[in-house]
Structures are given as structure tokens and as C-alpha cells.
């Protein structure tokens, strides 16, 4: 059973670019979680969906940050218009009935803006 | 905001030598859960507390959840080079948030 997949592991944009960053859960797990860690600091809740339906995005900035987790296909996390202050580790997790007792984390994917 | 406070901040030690590090908020958790996070890689999880007073073990490590379920500790006896990495305390708030609190964790080194 493959873990949580993150791509790409690495990205870097320019800045008014579009980051798109991907998030397969494991297989069976309809609950994803986003999560953005700058350095030195710890990670930050972003948004939390379960297939369809957003349930929780009160960590996610109101501009340029979106996501969603269609029925077929990975949760995506969308970036538009890049700025320098967007650089950070972005981690998603996912679980099969919400909550986090059995939560796994993805590997990242680490987004630099120039 | 619910804050959670970790220290030490980064901690140096060699092999063998046993240690503990902390997790501390003035709010009251559902759960607690502790991580360890690798350079370059997302957390591990590696236990969640859910009752005031628990104790759990995993091998070398012992985790406790605070009577109050307020704080935690994570003790790791004769430590080895392979526990090097970032330890964070997570938490959910009561009321079954499905938002998970972080602290900024204890970058641990063990020295061989």
C-alpha cells in the first residue's frame, strides 16, 4: 500500500507565476489535510477536505490560495501569482475517517519562489 | 490561538545519555500526538496520547500526557545516533477539530 504522494517533490517558480502542487492519499483515504512549514517554524494548518467538499480552510490566505479534491485525481493546492514570501515546505496528510490518529504525511513538496 | 511550546529548542547529546523533551500549552487537548520529522522529509507519527495521566511506551521512547491534558513529555532512554531528527508536538483542540496545532519542535542530535 503506497504512502501519501506528494509532487513534485521540488518546484520553483517565478514570482506572478502559478504553483500547482499535488497530493495522492492512501489508497481508501478520503480526508486530506494541507499543511505549509516555513523555516524555523513549525507546520501551519491550511485546509482540510474530505472528496468534493472543502470543509475547513480557515488557514488558508484568502488570496491567491485554493484547493480542492475531486472525485477521481489527486487534492491539489494552487498558487497564483507567487511571491518570495510563498517559499516553504507544503505537506499534505490523509486519513480514512478524519481525525488524525491514523494521519500519514506525505514527503513535501518544497516550493521556492524567485 | 492555541499555542503549544516545545523545549528545548535544539539538543545536543551522545550516545547513550538518556533525555526528555517537552510540550506545553495553557489549553486543554482531545489528543496529543508526537512526531519526528527527517531534513527533507514530512513527520512520522509516532504515538497519540488521548487520556489525562497516560503513559505510553515505544521501545526506547516513554510519552506522557499531562493529567490536565495541557502538557507532554517525550523521554528517550540511551539514545542513539538514529534518534537524531526533529521531534514536534501536535495537537487537536477539544470539540473534535480536525485543525491540527504544531509546536516548532526540538531538533535533537545525538552524537555517535
Known amino acids: 500500500n503506497a504512502g501519501v504522494m506528494q509532487n513534485p517533490r521540488h518546484l520553483v517558480r517565478r514570482r506572478g507565476q502559478e504553483a500547482r502542487l499535488r497530493c495522492s492519499p492512501m489508497?481508501?483515504?478520503?480526508?486530506v489535510y494541507w499543511y505549509r512549514q516555513l523555516p524555523e517554524e513549525g507546520l501551519k494548518f491550511m485546509v482540510y477536505?474530505?472528496?468534493?467538499?472543502?470543509?475547513?480552510e480557515s488557514g488558508m490566505p484568502k488570496e491567491r490560495f485554493s484547493a480542492e479534491f475531486p472525485k477521481e485525481g489527486p487534492s491539489i493546492l494552487r498558487i497564483q501569482q507567487v511571491v518570495r514570501g510563498d517559499s516553504a515546505a507544503y505537506f499534505c496528510?490523509?486519513?480514512?475517517?478524519?481525525?488524525?490518529?491514523?494521519?500519514?504525511f506525505g514527503q513535501g513538496t518544497r516550493l521556492t519562489v524567485v | 490561538t492555541q499555542l503549544l511550546e516545545q523545549s528545548p529548542q535544539f539538543l545536543s547529546i551522545q550516545e547513550g545519555e538518556n533525555l526528555t523533551v517537552y510540550c506545553n500549552s495553557s489549553?486543554?487537548?482531545?489528543?496529543l500526538q508526537w512526531y519526528r520529522q527527517e531534513p527533507g522529509e514530512g513527520p512520522v507519527l509516532l504515538v497519540t496520547?488521548?487520556?489525562?495521566?497516560e503513559v505510553k511506551k515505544l521501545k526506547r521512547l516513554t510519552f506522557q500526557f499531562g493529567d490536565a491534558r495541557k502538557d507532554s513529555s517525550l523521554h528517550i532512554t540511551a539514545a542513539q545516533p538514529g534518534d537524531t531528527g526533529l521531534y514536534l508536538c501536535?495537537?487537536?483542540?477539544?470539540?473534535?477539530?480536525?485543525?491540527?496545532?504544531f509546536g516548532k519542535g526540538t531538533k535533537l542530535t545525538v552524537n555517535p
Open positions: 496520547v488521548v487520556t489525562g495521566g
Open positions: 477536505l474530505q472528496k468534493e467538499n472543502i470543509i475547513d
Open positions: 496528510a490523509s486519513s480514512e475517517t478524519g481525525g488524525y490518529t491514523e494521519a500519514f
Open positions: 489549553s486543554v487537548f482531545s489528543s
Open positions: 501536535a495537537a487537536a483542540s477539544q470539540g473534535g477539530s480536525e485543525k491540527l496545532v
Open positions: 489508497k481508501g483515504h478520503s480526508h
